[in-house]
T-cell receptor, first 118, second 109 residues
Framework: DTEVTQTPKHLVMGMTNKKSLKCEQH?????MYWYKQKAKKPPELMFV???????INESVPSRFSPECPNSSLLNLHLHALQPEDSALYLC?????????????????FGPGTRLTVT | DQQVKQNSPSLSVQEGRISILNCDYT??????FLWYKKYPAEGPTFLIS?????DKNEDGRFTVFLNKSAKHLSLHIVPSQPGDSAVYFC????????FGTGTSLTVIP
């Protein structure tokens, strides 16, 4: 099973709402990532979890709150978002993160959640 | 500050011919490079990679070339097929992970 699943596929939320994005993988990977992708732009790294601990936070606003309940699950909690936060949110996983094992950098991506903030 | 750039946003190639996608980077500390392919409404999928200690890696129709002195890598697809039509991202990593800006490849039957 080389699949990373994300739910929901689409999400429309108001600026005062609280919602969560979910990501799941069953490949035994110990690194999981959240990316944000705007139209015609490359994916931008937001967060990296390594062994369920937050390793990288790319100066993401606090209205985005990641959570890694276990090695297979990754959540992104959303609160008080702005319309400019509308984007495709991608989850990815890899075997590990930040080692000299280069195969660890081969990331498997989910299909993404298309988020629209109104 | 875009550390990984793909200067051609789009490329069209006839089926059966060679597709060459280019990527430039600025950070000499990058030591591993990857290419991802992305279809609409899907996440990127890993295609091929190369370590900085090599200058070429081949996998079937796909070959990646690395020129460290020029900080340049390229992806060659031979022969190109219509199913190769997608957006291709190069990526580079050292202690961080950066995607390039993407090139949309169209293979014309």
């Amino acid at each position: 099973d080389t699949e990373v699943t994300q739910t929901p596929k689409h999400l429309v939320m108001g600026m005062t709402n609280k919602k969560s994005l979910k990501c799941e993988q069953h490949m035994g990977h110990r690194a999981m990532y959240w990316y944000k992708q705007k139209a015609k732009k490359p994916p931008e790294l937001m967060f990296v979890y390594s062994y369920e601990k937050l390793s990288i936070n790319e100066s993401v606003p606090s209205r985005f709150s990641p959570e890694c309940p276990n090695s297979s699950l990754l959540n992104l909690h959303l609160h008080a978002l702005q319309p400019e936060d509308s984007a495709l949110y991608l989850c990815a996983s890899s075997q590990v993160f930040g080692t000299q094992d280069y195969s660890s950098y081969e990331q498997y991506f989910g299909p993404g959640t298309r988020l629209t903030v109104t | 500050d875009q550390q990984v750039k793909q200067n051609s946003p789009s490329l069209s190639v006839q089926e059966g011919r060679i597709s060459i996608l280019n990527c430039d980077y600025t950070n000499s500390m990058f030591d591993y490079f990857l290419w991802y392919k992305k279809y609409p409404a899907e996440g990127p999928t890993f295609l091929i990679s190369i370590s900085s200690i090599k200058d070429k890696n081949e996998d079937g129709r796909f070959t990646v070339f690395l020129n460290k002195s020029a900080k340049h890598l390229s992806l060659h697809i031979v022969p190109s097929q219509p199913g190769d039509s997608a957006v291709y991202f190069c990526a580079a990593t050292g202690n961080q992970f950066y995607f390039g800006t993407g090139t949309s490849l169209t293979v014309i039957p």
